[in-house]
């Protein structure tokens, strides 16, 4: 088991956050589910997370939130982020925020098959 | 006689005829009361009087007071009103009353607060429906996030294997769940254009790549119904202004209808191209739409009484998208025996530049240009250049006269007998100014000065249309040149720090027939305005280097540059100055940009529709 990439995901969506470790358990990634963002902040330091996943909109503590807080850490500023959101118009929201670093952003509703190939492309496996 | 006239002349006046009144009835009730008096105190006619005479002095100074207190300030109220005498800043009255009326004032002050509130609720309130469309939005994708997500992981086979019949209904779950998502994108699409919200990312397009784009989407649900999807293409490409991706979602939402109520026969799409616009006519043998549907397609929320399914938010959002790029579209229907759906789209500045030449040429036979100068060797140049340029139809076919000085040219006593564009060179001619404005005010075309000496002012007070320095550089020369022979309409100078923008805005006059160029910055816009005419300025508030209202100054002080009618364009939030302080300014008019580009465009061309002086091709 300990060949397994370790993934942090923050998401309040039960059935959501399920779907998700199902799907990336398939192609081999081990999903630590956060159930908000002041989890996900706790969690940030406990394993070499190879990348993170976050949903904008959680309760306490946002998706931008974890972020701000991520990038503020020197030693996990290489760790890539696939921000996940419910909100925006269309496809044309600007994606993310350059300075804030997420280097993708997937809109809900989003077809399993494309997060796993999103993530397997962030990870580059 | 005089006073009674002046005293019926005054008796107009509101403020006399109520101390008239207020008079007349007192001294009514000072009579009864002097009888009743007369009777009651037996008849003693000296303590009568007497009680008259404070009585009448009683009057008198209330009369007087009354006039002191509460008519005259008024009138002073009223004529300040007049002379709009309230502050240009904050819209209150800002003048010194006392008494009663400092109530007036202070009521008329707490009335402007109260409406500013108010605009900044109502404010706040269009914001907070956004806020509150996007939360909505949010709500509802959530749920939808697993529906389909969990019907797509079962059609996948990722969680075990499934029979045909299930993964059939499991696909309807999630068809259904993303048309679900499609109007939910379109509800929030909708919000966003009508609050202003849209960031269109404008390049040249070319129509075809993106009909066929829309096709290859399309192609599988076509074929399923058998119809014939059809492209009637022109044989070079056609390249229109706008956003990439909502130009596919204009298509596709238009092709989409047509495919979902066609049930047999084609859909064909058909490219056209005039001077300024492309055209595309959607053309399908679907059902048909009704005379009273077509009235309400556009309209929001409308759903076509003879089709089965709702044509939902997407032709609101396609008639918005396409004011947004500066285009229009057009229904013709017949019930029964299909539909047309014409878009009109602005090409792109190449192939717009290309039609204007193409459009002189077929006009025009060909173009007279008198050259004075006398300089030998300038003028062989000259004439090379221009006879180089017509060859590479760059520029139309031209024919040249020479003359070594002014008093060679001859006197022109028609308009018919003049050339389409006079080059003059000044710099042995300044002492001939009489000569030269009087060659000037019979002529009836654009003018290019050149001189090695003169500085514009006095090039500019004899009317050129542009001029050039010399030594004459080549590239510049035929800018002007061409810039003058072809100039078919008004042009405009547009400067705005916002390229998106102001592309946009360009391409959209220049779908009206207007000769558009745009800069950025406040130096950039003077450069410009020195060295051409524009005949409109239209000028964003805040630009790069300075702000708008500065360089209007700026403009103001030159006799010729303040002549260029300005519009000034910025958030409505930043008109820092009421109308009326702008017109001070020399500014016709204020454009909120809220209002979006479709108001622009109307209130530009409205403005030359009242100057009423086209310019057409000779």
């Known amino acids: ?125 | 006689m005089v006073l009674i006239r002046k005293l019926l002349y005054n008796f107009k006046n509101p403020s006399i005829r109520v101390i008239f009144t207020t008079g007349v009835l007192a001294f009514g009730v000072l009579l009864i009361f002097n009888i009743c008096l007369y009777y009651f105190v037996s008849h003693k006619v000296e303590l009568v009087m007497g009680l008259n005479f404070i009585g009448l002095g009683v009057l008198g100074y209330l009369l007087a007071e009354f006039y002191l207190l509460l008519i005259k300030p008024l009138q002073i109220f009223k004529n300040q009103l007049r002379e709009y005498q309230i502050n240009e800043f904050t819209g209150k009255l800002s003048f010194n009353l006392t008494g009663p009326l400092l109530f007036l004032q202070e009521g008329f002050n707490r009335l402007i607060e109260k409406i500013e509130e108010l605009m900044s609720r109502v404010q706040k309130f269009e914001e907070s429906n956004i806020e509150f469309a996007s939360l909505v939005s949010h709500e509802l994708r959530t749920p939808l996030t697993s529906i389909s997500g969990y019907a797509k992981l079962l059609i996948s086979g990722d969680a075990g294997p499934v029979t045909d019949t299930q993964s059939e209904f499991l696909k309807i779950i999630d068809k259904n769940s993303e048309r679900l998502t499609g109007l939910i994108n379109d509800f929030l699409d909708i919000e966003r254009m009508e609050s202003g919200q849209v960031h269109l990312d404008v390049k040249a397009n070319n129509l075809q790549l993106i009909i066929q784009d829309c096709f290859q989407s399309l192609r599988v649900i076509a074929q399923e119904k058998g119809l014939d999807l059809k492209i009637k293409n022109l044989d070079k490409s056609v390249f229109v202004v706008g956003d990439k991706q909502r130009l596919e979602q204009i298509f596709l939402n238009l092709l989409n209808n047509a495919i979902k109520y066609t049930h047999s026969g084609f859909v064909e799409v058909e490219i056209s191209q005039s001077d300024f616009t492309a055209e595309i006519k959607i053309t399908d043998s679907g059902v048909g739409i009704s005379e009273d549907d077509q009235e309400q397609l556009f309209k929001k929320y409308f759903r076509g009484a003879s089709s089965e399914q709702g044509f939902g938010l997407g032709l609101i959002i396609v008639k918005k998208l396409l004011h947004a790029h500066g285009g229009s579209i057009l229904v013709q229907s017949e019930l029964g025996k299909g539909s047309t759906f014409t878009v009109s789209l602005p090409l792109s500045k190449q192939t717009a530049q290309d039609a204007v030449i193409r459009g002189v040429h077929g006009i025009l036979k060909e173009k007279y240009i008198w050259i004075v100068d006398s300089d030998e060797s300038d003028l062989k140049n000259m004439q090379s250049w221009l006879s180089e340029a017509s060859n590479c139809k760059e520029l139309p076919p031209i024919k040249i006269k020479t003359f070594a000085n002014i008093s060679c040219v001859p006197k022109i006593e028609t308009d018919n007998e003049g050339p389409s564009l006079l080059i003059i060179d000044l710099t042995k001619s300044v002492g001939e100014s009489f000569v030269v404005s009087e060659l000037f005010d019979k002529l009836n075309a654009p003018v290019l000065i050149m001189s090695a000496n003169l500085d514009d002012s006095i090039i500019f007070s004899v009317g050129a249309s542009a001029w050039l320095a010399k030594p004459l550089d080549k590239d510049k020369f035929l800018v002007s040149i061409k810039d003058l022979l072809i100039r078919t309409s008004w042009k405009v100078l547009i400067a705005d720090s916002n390229t998106d923008l102001r592309i946009l805005v360009k391409r959209a006059l220049e779908h009206k027939g207007l000769i558009v160029d745009d800069v950025d910055r406040g130096n950039a816009v003077l450069n410009r305005l020195v060295q051409e005419h524009y005949d409109l300025l239209l000028l964003d508030l805040d630009l790069k280097d300075v702000s708008g209202l500065e360089l209007i100054k700026i403009l103001q002080r030159s006799q010729k540059l303040k002549q260029v009618p300005i519009f000034m364009m910025a958030m409505e939030d930043r008109q820092v100055l009421p109308d009326q302080a702008f017109k001070k300014l020399g500014v016709s008019q204020f454009i909120p940009k809220q209002r979006g580009l479709g108001f622009v465009v109307d209130s530009v061309s409205q403005h030359f529709e009242d100057r009423k002086i086209i310019e057409q091709p000779d």
């Open chain 1, 1 to 125: 088991m300990n060949n397994l990439i370790d993934i942090l995901l923050a998401e309040d969506e039960e059935h959501i956050a399920k779907l998700i470790v199902f799907k990336l358990a398939k192609e081999s990634f081990s999903v630590t589910v956060a159930r908000n963002g002041q989890e996900a902040i706790l969690l940030l330091r406990k394993k070499e997370w190879k990348l993170i996943i976050l949903d904008v909109m959680m309760p306490i503590v946002n998706g931008w939130q974890v972020l701000k807080e991520l990038r503020s850490i020197v030693s996990l500023n290489d760790i890539p982020v696939l921000m996940l959101s419910a909100k925006g118009y269309q496809n044309l929201e600007v994606v993310g925020d350059a300075e804030m670093g997420a280097q993708q952003y997937l809109k809900k509703p989003f077809d399993p098959e494309d997060l796993a190939k999103v993530v397997k492309r962030m990870i580059r496996v």
